[in-house]
Each structure stands twice: as structure tokens, then as C-alpha cells.
């Protein structure tokens, strides 16, 4: 089955410590691999992609990714994250099905909570 | 930047009543997507566009919804008779020539009252 999977739906953090929100995707799915923010109230933000090339992909407020074929995975990190990094974060991978035509799939999302 | 456009950002209606979320895609993107996603709940898909049809629609998007590019321009999703659970925010993306990545516009909120 065609499926992303982020095992915890929230991550409570102090600010300025490091962090990293997992994401696992299933075989089915490509190896075109997304993260995106949601602010309160606001809609999907992309915040970095991976499409080939380089493991370790990097994105905008300082977040980074790394793609690993074989454990499955995309997690995403912050070494110092702000306060106003609280949001919720959706992983996402490209589903294609005949020819180009595609779709996202989206994981349930992870929230991140920012302590002070 | 281009960006992808929603109107209206907020949208309220009485049940049973027909409903028209408007999107304008980017200009040169080919691909065109709904997807919903309830109140505290995951981003769901509910269709994609191509080539001035439907490519794929998930179960969600029952013979209740519709969508239409009416003039090369707008993307518009249609919901006939709307219920109380089609409360959700709703989301129109536009992707290019399926290499790179998807741009969402800020959501349409819909309330069924």
C-alpha cells in the first residue's frame, strides 16, 4: 500500500535544543519526498524537497533532511530550533500512476511544540 | 514568487446547499489538485487534474463533487449538497511538469452550518 508514515504526532522541545521529526515512506511510494509546514491557521508551506542527487537536502529556517533508501526514511532536522518554529509538520511522497500523472500522499503530521 | 490563489479564504453555508471553492493555479503548471484536510486531521487527497480531465479521485470525492477549469485560468471544485462533515479546509495545488514540487495556495475554509 502506498503510504507515509510519521510515528509521532507530537514533539514537545526546548528552544535553541536540537530536533528531528521522523518520516518513513512505504517502497510503493517514489523517492520524490517533501516536507511542509502548517502555521496556525495558515496553509502548507514548503519547507524542502528531495528529488535525487545529494542524501542530505536542505530547506528554508534552517531545516534539513536526510533520504535514506534503505531504512525507508526522510527525517527532518533542526540543530537549534526558536520558538516560533511551532507548527505542525506534514511529510509528504509522490505517487505517480500512469505516466507523469501524480499525486501526494500525505503522513498524519507531527506536531512540534517549542519550549521556552 | 508565483502563487497559487484561493477565494474565498473563508466560506460559510447551510447544509444541503451547493458550494464553489475557486483557485487560480499557476500560470504554466499543468497539474491541478484538491485535497482537504479536517480540522485537526491529515491533508487528504481528493483529486487531481490533467490534460482538462480527471486523472485519479479518491473515495472521498463522490458523484457530490465536481471540478471544472472553466476558462484556462481558474480550477474550481464543486460541492453539490454539502454536508455537515464537508467542513474542512480545502486545498488547490498546481505542480509543473511533475519533476518538482507541489504549490499549495492558503486554503479556502469551509463551514457547513
Redesign the interface.
Known amino acids: 500500500a502506498q503510504s507515509v508514515t510519521q510515528l509521532d504526532s507530537q514533539v514537545p522541545v526546548f528552544e535553541e535544543a536540537p530536533v528531528e521529526l521522523r518520516c518513513n515512506y512505504s517502497s510503493s511510494v517514489s523517492v520524490y519526498l ?1 516536507w ?1 509546514v502548517q502555521y496556525p491557521n ?5 519547507l524542502l ?1 528531495y ?1 535525487s542527487g545529494s542524501t542530505l537536502v536542505k530547506g528554508i529556517n534552517g531545516f534539513e533532511a536526510e533520504f535514506n533508501k534503505s531504512q525507508t526514511s526522510f527525517h527532518l532536522r533542526k540543530p537549534s530550533v526558536h520558538i516560533s518554529d511551532t507548527a505542525e509538520y ?1 511529510c ?1 511522497g509522490r505517487v ?3 505516466g ?10 507531527t506536531l512540534l511544540a517549542v519550549q521556552p | 514568487e508565483p502563487e497559487v490563489t484561493q477565494t474565498p479564504s473563508h466560506q460559510v453555508t447551510q447544509m444541503g446547499q451547493e458550494v464553489i471553492l475557486r483557485c487560480v493555479p499557476i500560470s504554466n503548471h499543468l497539474y491541478f489538485y484538491w485535497y482537504r484536510q479536517i480540522l485537526g486531521q491529515k491533508v487528504e487527497f481528493l483529486v487531481s487534474f490533467y490534460n482538462n480531465e480527471i486523472s485519479e479521485k479518491s473515495e472521498i470525492f463522490d458523484d457530490q463533487f465536481s471540478v471544472e477549469r472553466p476558462d484556462g485560468s481558474n480550477f474550481t471544485l464543486k460541492i453539490r449538497s454539502t454536508k455537515l462533515e464537508d467542513s474542512a479546509m480545502y486545498f488547490c495545488a498546481s505542480s509543473g511538469d511533475g519533476s518538482y514540487g507541489y504549490t499549495f495556495g492558503s486554503g479556502t475554509r469551509l463551514t457547513v452550518v
Open positions: 517533501f511542509y495558515q496553509g502548507l508551506q514548503l524537497k528529488l506534514f509528504a505517480f500512476y500512469g507523469a500523472t501524480n499525486k501526494l500522499i500525505f503522513g498524519t503530521g
